[in-house]
């Protein structure tokens, strides 16, 4: 079992940067990949960013330039850097992970709770 926190959300202005951060417990042996995804109120939920297991990463062509993505094995951390922060950008961010099982043929998808980013204008 894996276990997901978000932390970092908060309440910025336009053109402001915010630091998310992932941490994973439990059993993290396994993770292909981690992502962030977003979901505002009136949309669909969209895929942010990606990095995977060996490093490469993809980002939606919302945030390309603005935003990255970055983890630490050591402390199993997968942090989403935001910068020139858009009204638009506003919505609940969520971690997620994949991670293959040997007991099982199909991988295993965790979440986190979410947390709030609110880009003011």
């Known amino acids: 079992q894996l276990h997901l926190v978000e932390s970092g959300g908060g309440l910025v202005q336009a053109g402001g940067s915010l630091r998310l951060s992932c941490a994973a417990s439990g059993s993290t042996f396994g993770i292909v990949s981690s992502c962030w995804y977003r979901h505002a109120p009136g949309k669909e939920r969209e895929l942010v960013a990606l990095?995977?297991?060996?490093?490469?990463?993809n980002f939606a062509d919302s945030v390309k330039g603005r935003f990255t993505i970055s983890r630490d094995n050591a402390e199993n951390t997968v942090d989403l850097h935001m910068n020139s922060l858009k009204p638009e950008d506003t919505a609940v961010y969520y971690c997620?992970?994949?991670?293959?099982?040997?007991?099982?043929?199909?991988?295993?998808?965790?979440w986190g709770q979410g947390t709030q980013v609110t880009v003011s204008s």
């Open positions: 990095i995977s297991s060996g490093g490469t990463t």
């Open positions: 997620n992970a994949v991670q293959v099982r040997r007991s099982h043929p199909a991988p295993a998808i965790y």
